[in-house]
């Protein structure tokens, strides 16, 4: 089998780095120190994917040379410097790596939220660097019970807003495309009237720059706010207008603002650094060494997956539009592809065809759950570049037959997704669901009950229901060296058992077919997720 050439195109943390490097299926090639003319005229054309940062453009020319492009992943959240629609138009999915640093985001939100309230930064400054003890100088503000606005309930302002509230603040949130119910669980109010959000003590903004947020705090907004209302951006340069905030900050009406983004960056020469009443910080938003870290294991992760078909996690240029479904659908898509995989490695021949079954809130995006699926099965078998933009397309191509079933309520589960799979050799059934913890779980295999976490290096071991079986099975695997480290059984009332087993190591041929030949063995399949 040949290798899959994955190009980190900028500095990533060295864990994702070797990530790349010890999977033997990966060609890694590290072009960060590359000019880049050499990059994308010598490299990119070779590349099946690729990481990029915010140093590599991905425009018009780097397209035109990515010939044997899958995907592109960014490591990071903004994907300002790549041209999305150039991507979708030859079928290259962008993806980005939107959570990595969801937590360092949330605390420095909550830095300058705190910093503005105390003005603990020229409190500092007048004591450390002025040597002035002055403290009935530094009056400052109490979080608890001031109302704060939140614009955008996603990963980072959902957080921030968790632990506003552990700070006694009343929140208050406006987002047009999520479900009210995921605010007021949280004892949280949520508006669709934005005036409601300029009549908050503290407003902080939490959304993606585009046509529809760009300056969404301007002029005419701020005159509708309290005055000494506090500003607070830690996402975008350019979703509060700077001159309406220059403006605004210089007579007090804005009493205090923290800001980490701006338009133009370096911004070491912005007129906002003169003003005496703000906080700023250099786009510090993923400056940890833990979001780093995660970035680089993400993007690693997304590459290898992109590369082997398995998924596209977070991929921007999807077949749906995003605005329309709630969030909790894109989990399942992405699941729904990687069981798609994982069936396609347990019956490998011919696709004949592929059933998607949708029960509770899932049944009404069984459609778009279908193409995800499609492109997990396909990807494993096909010498075809398998992607969203495509996967009809060749599947009836080949004469596959997609199928989808929207079903009632599942009697156990809010939300459950059943994919068969049909090949000339036999049916494979999986059903799975994403709970609380937000861990994509297998809960039945083949008319099989189990529970089991979606992912990693798994055996699925059928036999026949007697005595020993357990012990015979952890012995064989102990004589490879391979250790287990969740081993899930259910059994039926044909007298027979499956035994979904994870393991921490690549499991070879020799081991496999010493399992089955276990006396006990009716069947034993090996997938890597």
Not at 5 to 14: M, Y
Request: aromatic fraction near 6%.
């Amino acid at each position: 089998m040949s290798k899959y050439t994955v190009v980190v195109c900028d500095h990533i943390h060295e864990a994702g780095l070797k990530m790349l490097q010890d999977d033997e299926n990966i060609n890694y090639v590290f072009a960060a120190d590359i000019d880049k003319k050499e990059l994308v005229e010598e490299i990119i054309p070779t590349a099946d994917v690729a990481i990029t940062r915010s140093s590599t453009n991905v425009d018009a020319n780097f397209i035109k040379h990515a010939k044997n492009m899958k995907a592109i992943v960014r490591a990071g959240v903004g994907v300002d410097n790549v041209d999305i629609p150039g991507c979708s138009k030859e079928g290259i999915i962008v993806m980005n790596v939107p959570t990595a640093n969801t937590i360092a985001a949330v605390e420095l939100t909550m830095t300058h939220m705190l910093s503005c309230m105390r003005m603990f930064p020229y409190s500092h400054n007048h004591l450390k660097t002025d040597r002035v003890w002055k403290r009935e100088k530094w009056y400052g503000h109490e979080l608890k019970g001031k109302k704060l606005g939140i614009i955008g309930f996603g990963n980072i302002g959902s957080r921030v807003a968790k632990r506003a509230k552990a700070f006694e603040m009343d929140i208050i949130a406006y987002d047009p495309y999520i479900h009210p119910s995921k605010v007021t669980d949280l004892d949280m109010t949520y508006t669709k009237n934005f005036e409601d959000i300029l009549g908050c003590d503290i407003i902080t903004i939490h959304t993606p720059k585009n046509q529809e947020t760009l300056n969404m705090i301007d002029e005419a907004e701020i005159a509708k706010m309290k005055d000494g209302v506090v500003l607070i951006n830690c996402a975008r340069g350019g979703l509060y207008n700077e001159d309406a905030l220059y403006k605004n900050l210089k007579s007090e009406k804005i009493r205090f603002a923290g800001i980490d983004v701006f338009i133009k960056e370096p911004a070491t020469d912005h007129p906002l650094l003169e003003l005496d009443n703000i906080t700023v910080s250099p786009h510090l938003g993923a400056n940890t060494f833990e979001s780093q870290y995660n970035i680089g294991i993400q993007a690693a992760t997304n590459a290898i997956e992109a590369a082997k078909g398995i998924a596209y996690p977070h991929a921007m240029n999807l077949p749906i539009d995003e605005s329309k479904i709630p969030s909790f659908v894109k989990p399942f898509l992405e699941m729904g592809q990687k069981i798609g995989f994982l069936e396609s490695q347990i019956n490998k021949s011919q696709i004949i065809s592929i059933k998607v079954s949708g029960y509770g809130e899932i049944a009404k995006y069984v459609e778009s759950l279908s193409t995800f699926v499609a492109v997990g099965a396909m990807s494993q078998n096909s010498s075809d570049t398998i992607n969203y933009v495509n996967a009809e397309f060749v599947a009836k191509e080949k004469g596959i037959n997609i199928e989808v079933e929207s079903c009632g309520d599942s009697s156990v589960y809010k939300n459950l997704i059943t994919i068969k799979l049909t090949t000339s050799e036999g049916t494979t059934t999986i059903s799975a669901t994403i709970f609380d913890d937000n861990v994509h779980r297998i809960v039945a295999i083949d008319g099989f009950d189990i529970e089991v976490a979606l992912g990693g290096d798994m055996i699925m071991f059928k036999n026949t229901d007697v005595p020993g079986v357990i012990g015979s099975v952890g012995a064989t695997l102990a004589k490879y060296n391979i250790n287990i480290s969740v081993f899930s059984l259910a059994r039926n009332d044909k007298s027979e058992a499956l035994a979904v087993i994870l393991v921490d190591d690549a499991v070879s041929e020799a081991a496999l077919k010493e399992l089955s030949e276990l006396d006990a063995c009716v069947g034993v399949n090996y997938a890597k997720i």
